[in-house]
């Protein structure tokens, strides 16, 4: 298996901007999280999903942040409009079940300029 | 509420040395408790993970944690440090499962020859 895929692995953008981050889970896996790994913060949970549906969503810092998994194989975190706070490492990662262990993906680092 | 603290965010060792990095939690459940490992520019690997069954729980890469329920510790180890372990390490809690985890801020450990 090719593991948990993300794209882009970079992403630089301009204050303002929208901004679409692309996860793959692996194959079979029903639970899938994203997280935002900062220096000042470290790294926070922000939402995760069960079967394609969001379970918890306490993490997400503002509206502005939203995500999707319109499919048991794709999920998408989005920033609308983008700012120079957001700058962080965004990680996907999914796990087969409530008591099976998360594997990550390699990240997505977006700096918002 | 349910916390982890890394202590020290940096240790140094000798290759060879043994490795000890600390990590103390606050849970007001039985926790589940785990060590992942973060190499340069990827994501998080899990070393090891503590789920009730055994306290002394052995892990990959040589890497071991023991709990102790007395001292609310789960502190990683490994007798002889290699080149290749360094790299940074979180401790994570586990809240009631595998999914909603809080990791703590994260030691880096560096080796020198």
């Known amino acids: 298996d090719a593991g948990v895929i993300q794209s882009p692995r970079h992403e630089v953008t301009e204050m303002g901007q929208e901004v679409t981050l692309r996860c793959k889970p692996i194959?079979?896996?029903?639970?899938l999280f994203w997280y935002r790994q900062t220096m000042m913060r470290g790294l926070e949970l922000l939402i995760y999903?069960?079967?394609?549906?969001?379970?918890?969503d306490s993490g997400m810092p503002e509206d502005r942040f939203s995500a999707k998994m319109p499919n048991a194989s794709f999920s998408t975190l989005k920033i609308q409009p983008s700012e120079p706070r957001d700058s962080a490492v965004y990680f996907c990662?999914?796990?087969?079940?409530?008591?099976?262990?998360?594997?990550f993906g390699p990240g997505t680092r977006l700096t918002v300029l | 509420a349910q916390s982890v603290t890394q202590l020290g965010s940096h240790v140094s060792v000798s290759e060879g040395a043994l490795v000890l990095l600390r990590c103390n939690y606050s849970?007001?459940?039985?926790?589940?408790l785990f060590w992942y490992v973060q190499y340069p520019n990827q994501g998080l690997q899990l070393l090891l993970k503590?789920?009730?069954?055994?306290?002394l729980v052995k892990g990959i890469n040589g890497f071991e944690a023991e709990f102790k329920k007395s001292e609310t510790s789960f502190h990683l180890t490994k007798p002889s440090a290699h080149m290749s372990d360094a790299a940074e390490y979180f401790c994570?809690?586990?809240?009631?499962?595998?999914?909603?985890?809080?990791f703590g801020a994260g030691t880096r450990l560096a080796v020198h020859p």
């Open positions: 503590y789920t009730s069954a055994a306290t």
């Open positions: 849970s007001s459940v039985p926790p589940y």
């Open positions: 194959s079979g896996h029903d639970y």
């Open positions: 990662a999914s796990s087969g079940s409530s008591y099976n262990e998360q594997f």
């Open positions: 999903f069960n079967n394609n549906v969001p379970i918890d």
């Open positions: 994570a809690l586990g809240n009631g499962g595998y999914n909603k985890l809080i």
